[in-house]
T-cell receptor
Framework: KAGVTQTPRYLIKTRGQQVTLSCSPI?????VSWYQQTPGQGLQFLFE???????NKGNFPGRFSGRQFSNSRSEMNVSTLELGDSALYLC?????????????FGPGTRLTVL | KQEVTQIPAALSVPEGENLVLNCSFT??????LQWFRQDPGKGLTSLLL?????REQTSGRLNASLDKSSGRSTLYIAASQPGDSATYLC?????????????FGTGTRLKVLA
């Protein structure tokens, strides 16, 4: 069974631009969560999608948005990029996103904002 | 505020040593706790998932325990090897602002010396 895949693996953008990251969950998994990882803040929860609906949201500004498609693939969009958005963005999939589910992570997308 | 804390932040041991990594959490009513491994610049690899009804989980040289009453989990690594060098993270779904979110510890950076 293929694992969680994320594309692209690396991105370099400039301030003010926008970016879209993609995540394909493990086959059969319907929940996709997104996280931002920085050296200073560690791993922080962005949002979770289940059945094409945002079910949970962390404390990030509205510039961070996402969506999920009917095949459970998810995209995350960051508009008006700031230097502080430079980070490793990780997505995780689980069967239903329930509290007892095991989470499986993708390799991440390394975003650098210049 | 719901928190997950990991001590120590960094650990350096000679090859062959047995070692224990600690994880503390603020909510004794957790559903589960998951241990991950992260190599530099990479995604997270799930090591062990302990459900709230379990006290221990084992996989090869790894053993994780969970004590909900004291809010602690430990990851025991037997006969450490240089290939075990990585950052180890624990995470648990904790009730935050009315919903459950996966909260991660800041990690323990382990270096096993040959």
């Amino acid at each position: 069974k293929a694992g969680v895949t994320q594309t692209p693996r690396y991105l370099i953008k400039t301030r003010g631009q926008q970016v879209t990251l993609s995540c394909s969950p493990i086959s059969g998994h319907r929940s996709v969560s997104w996280y931002q990882q920085t050296p200073g803040q560690g791993l922080q929860f962005l949002f979770e999608y289940f059945s094409e609906t945002q079910r949970n949201k962390g404390n990030f500004p509205g510039r961070f948005s996402g969506r999920q498609f009917s095949n459970s693939r998810s995209e995350m969009n960051v508009s008006t990029l700031e230097l502080g958005d430079s980070a490793l963005y990780l997505c995780a999939s689980s069967l239903s996103g329930g509290q007892g589910d095991e989470q499986f992570f993708g390799p991440g997308t390394r975003l650098t904002v210049l | 505020k719901q928190e997950v804390t990991q001590i120590p932040a960094a650990l350096s041991v000679p090859e062959g040593e047995n070692l224990v990594l600690n994880c503390s959490f603020t909510d004794s009513a957790i559903y589960n706790l998951q241990w991950f491994r992260q190599d530099p610049g990479k995604g997270l690899t799930s090591l062990l998932l302990i459900q709230s009804s379990q006290r221990e989980q084992t996989s090869g040289r790894l053993n994780a325990s969970l004590d909900k009453s004291s809010g602690r989990s430990t990851l025991y690594i037997a006969a450490s090897q240089p290939g075990d060098s990585a950052t180890y993270l624990c995470a648990a779904p904790l009730l935050t602002s009315g919903t459950y979110k996966y909260i991660f510890g800041t990690g323990t950076r382990l270096k096993v010396l040959a």
